[in-house]
């Protein structure tokens, strides 16, 4: 059997079903074959990085891989960006690359590039198959690296003389890698809980690891047991209920409009965090984040453990093992705890901390739309954000009430992520609606997937928050080194037309202008069944509630 075949053949058997690329001459072997497999769907982007974004996103509404696909040269490294994204957010899926001959890599030949050691520093672990005999290994070896510990994109290079080498092989030989899950030692455990017992204010940091290992339930079910506040992490949004009375929210030095969260921790003596990284958006200055509190840490990935914080009891293991560990715990020791007044004023608190919806006014605050957000597009929803002040204003001013239904570039924050990444969610999902937050400048990297979205009929909703600036960055240079240069865009509400841009891709358009004009707007978008693109017309300098440390928020007017 042909190597390229026997490629397909073990992708279908490790159970990818969706696949997203651009076909090109170092990967048309295994084309052929992905031609002749209907049970994988292949979606044809338009540039290589949107089809890694895309399987990312895949991933993270769904909880399955999909398959990225590409050819050699500058189509590999178009992938870079799109690996990493993946990797600091720990979202595993398969990257495929084509090559030039093994006999060309490292003399200069057209298109070879060493993309497996280009990846290396951002990847979980790359390959060049050079042995056609190792290629069954190879990919059931990367298919249990991605699903395995802390999950990430795995690439596999592919040379053409590879590919289209032949081998005996037979599917029914080949067996897909069940990953165990990494169980939690019980003394420590029993040590978490006592901890947790004896503290006077406790409290919960949910991270995104608990939301991707499908914990978030039985968390909430120990929270409620023991009677603790729940913080989620930007990465955690929608991994409890908003209204849930022990839900404090979220927090960091970007959550300013969630500062309940920052208060609450800050008046905390004992942290349980679960399945979270304590990284710099969320902990500021770790001085002040830390104070004299005392940590527990659970995440799958014991590099992690002690990094930033050096907690009291570090235990390595799958959340999905250590949270039901714990309330079984709790319960054998009938640690539930009594109620405090603290745990009964996070309703009051919450709604004091919200911010006051404007619904007037001539020109529109961009904070104010995201009220209309929540207003017009239900909890199945998905959300898509890249970076930039829309994304802050995202975090800290939507309501989501389900995991797995916010799909933010975290640990990345990149631009252009948020529209393939819509297109990967609503595959995912069945195409079902997911609707991306942008600002003015995002929209112009990767704009062109809106074809995609178009050519597939899939129903996603694009959100143009059109302030004419690089919001973030005029922010950062006002109020961090007192100037302003190269971030006004006038031209962006001028002579540069986003609407005709998207008509031109497909898709269905409209310009705001007014308060009044919003919620119709965004209405025929949420009931449309093709891709529709929403740009509206904002202020110009907003600035967004932020700081260097949770103690200390900006809070602008």
Known sequence: MQIAQVIVEILKKEGITDAFGIPGAGINPVYKYLKETPEIHHYLMRHEEAAVHAADAYYRASGKMALAICTSGPGATNFVTGIYTAWIDSVPLIAITGQGNSSQLGKGAFQCVDIAAIVKPVCKKS?????????????REAFAEARSGRPGPVLIDLPLDIQMADIEFNIADYTP?????????????KKAVSLLDAAENPVIVMGGGTVSAGAEKQLLEFAEFMNIPVITTYMAKGGLPEAHPLNAGQMGIQAGASSSGNQIFLESDVVLGVGCRFTDRHTGALGVYK?????IHIDIDPNEIGKLIEPEVGIAADAAEAVPALLQEARSTGSARKGSPRVGAIPLR????ERKWNNAGEVIDPRDVFGYINSVFNDETYFTTGCGLNQIWSGQYQKINRPRKY?????AGTLGFDIPAAIGASVGAGKQKAVCIMGDFGFTFLVEELAVAAKYELPIVVIILNNAYLSLIRQNQKYAYKYEYEVAM?????FINYIQVAQGLGCQAERVFTYEEIQPALERAAAAAKPYVVEIIVEDATDCNMGNDIAHINMFA
């Open 127 to 139: 390959y060049c198959v050079l042995d056609a005999s190792r290629i069954a290994e190879t990919l």
């Open 490 to 494: 006038k031209e962006n509400k001028d």
């Open 407 to 411: 799909l933010p570039s975290g640990g």
């Open 177 to 189: 890698v069940v990953p165990g899950k990494a169980k939690p030692d019980q003394q420590l455990i």
């Open 291 to 295: 104070g004299d509190r005392r940590f």
């Open 350 to 353: 919450k709604k004091n901390a």
